[in-house]
T-cell receptor
């Protein structure tokens, strides 16, 4: 079975606070990719990061960082010093990369509200 | 810009009528996906395609069919629209780098 769980439905923080968005996944495949996407109020879906199952190195990009832990099947996303422009819905996604089909599924999303 | 276009962008239709949404890509990618987005449910996979005439069901395929007769177009059809199919529909293409890029979405209202 393939599943992505984002248990946090909504998070509200004040600007400059750090915030972590949780993502837990389930898969039986050994080769897979994990993603984070951002959906701002304008509605488009913006790709943020990709991680493959063989690379557990954490990644930092500016104020964004990602922590991938296979032992706990988690791929968490941290925003440091949050800003109002970070307000959006954030989706975690899983791609099983094997065979011909390559199904890509998403979690239910976390709505992040950053208050000024 | 991943060269993906959805049409129409907005549509209002009556219950029981057939509706077809089109996803067009200009970059010859193999994988294409249709999702619906509803409050509290995130993005749910309806159908996807891994090549011309190669399609498979997703999590919420009941009431929907798809066709892909050429690489660039992936059509989603609601055979007989119901109010429960009121939603925002997103098409995505997946590049060789494995990340997916999305169209702008189609807002469908079934009255």
């Amino acid at each position: 079975a393939q599943k992505v769980t984002q248990a946090q439905t909504e998070i509200s923080v004040v600007e400059k606070e750090d915030v972590t968005l949780d993502c837990v996944y389930e898969t039986r495949d050994t080769t897979y990719y994990l993603f984070w996407y951002k959906q701002p109020p304008s509605g488009e879906l913006v790709f943020l990061i990709r991680r493959n199952s063989f690379d557990e190195q954490n990644e930092i990009s500016g104020r964004y960082s990602w922590n991938f832990q296979k032992s706990t099947s988690s791929f968490n996303f941290t925003i440091t010093a949050s800003q109002v422009v970070d307000s959006a819905v954030y989706f975690c996604a899983l791609l099983n990369y094997g065979g011909a089909t390559n199904k890509l599924i998403f979690g239910t999303g976390t709505l992040l509200a950053v208050q000024p | 810009d991943a060269g993906i276009t959805q049409s129409p962008r907005h549509k209002v239709t009556e219950t029981g009528t057939p509706v077809t949404l089109r996803c067009h890509q200009t970059e010859n990618h193999r994988y294409m996906y249709w999702y619906r987005q509803d409050p509290g449910h995130g993005l749910r996979l309806i159908h996807y395609s891994y090549g011309v005439k190669d399609t498979d069901k997703g999590e919420v395929s009941d009431g929907y069919s798809v066709s892909r007769s050429k690489t660039e177009d992936f059509l989603l059809t609601l055979e007989s629209a119901t109010s429960s199919q009121t939603s925002v529909y997103f098409c995505a293409i997946r590049t060789g780098g494995t990340e997916a890029f999305f169209g702008q979405g189609t807002r469908l209202t079934v009255v």
